[in-house]
């Protein structure tokens, strides 16, 4: 079968589209996860190593492996001292290098667009699909602009909520289509749009000089995620 990212014919490994190393916090002590799904009409099961796909090589996995490792230190660096902070301040993530994490969550986007698994239904690219497959490509992850990336700190109880991933969704941000993922405590919402962005968007991004301003949100706050709680709690999945 063809690598979808490098398209050569060979052996395909069972990718994860969102890394492993994002489930750990829901992982309980037997090595399983609970999966949360928005339809209601499938029971949440427990599986074993998360939410995979036979979709690339293994080359092409060791090579989106060295930017998830990076990525994993900068948030666990970070998970401590954002834990202390006071909700409703703006938090500042500074000294990441923004080539690496922003390819980190590229490929995520790119991954959740290209998988035929459930989970990711809703998250299209359409044809920015091939232009984030070229920049995964040639590691080069463009400017501040080029797909924006947000990120939100989810709180519950003054508590940042780690062990929560639910099913990415799409929603809108001043016009523009944003796909948003909810892993690691962070809704990771990306801007895929043509059309220019506001100078406040960028400023709220993943900036070229290694930090981000991000604003925290309570879950309770978060519209589709209330929606998504109450038809688990509907559907006795809760
Ligand atoms: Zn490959």
Redesign the pocket.
Same mark, same amino acid.
């Given at each position: 079968m063809k690598?979808k $990212? &490098?398209g050569?014919e060979?052996p395909l490994r069972q990718s994860h589209i969102i890394p492993e190393f994002a489930f750990s916090p829901l992982y309980d002590e037997k090595h399983r996860f609970n999966e949360i799904s928005l339809d209601v009409k499938r029971r949440n099961r427990f599986k074993q190593k998360g939410v995979r796909e036979r979709l $690339? &090589?293994g080359? &092409?996995e060791q090579f989106f492996s060295k930017y998830e490792q990076y990525a994993s230190t900068v948030i666990s660096r970070y998970r401590k001292s954002l834990e202390f902070r006071q909700v409703g301040d703006l938090f500042h993530l500074k000294g990441f290098d923004y080539n690496k994490l922003k390819i980190f969550a590229l490929s995520i986007l790119w991954r959740a667009s290209v998988t035929k698994l459930e989970f990711f239904a809703e998250i299209n690219l359409e044809h920015h699909e091939s232009i984030i497959h070229q920049m995964l490509l040639t590691e080069s992850p463009g400017d501040e602009s080029d797909y924006p990336l947000m990120l939100f700190p989810m709180y519950h109880h003054g508590k940042i909520q780690e062990d929560l991933i639910t099913t990415p969704y799409v929603s809108e941000i001043e016009g523009h289509k944003v796909y948003c993922f909810l892993f690691l405590g962070l809704t990771w919402a990306f801007i895929v749009s043509n059309k220019e962005k506001s100078n406040r968007l960028i400023e709220c991004s993943l900036s070229r000089t290694g930090e981000i301003i991000m604003l925290p949100r309570a879950l309770e706050h978060s519209p589709r995620i209330v929606d998504m709680a109450k038809d688990m709690a509907r559907s006795g999945k809760l």
């Open positions: 690598c $990212l &490098c050569k060979r $690339l &090589c080359q &092409c």
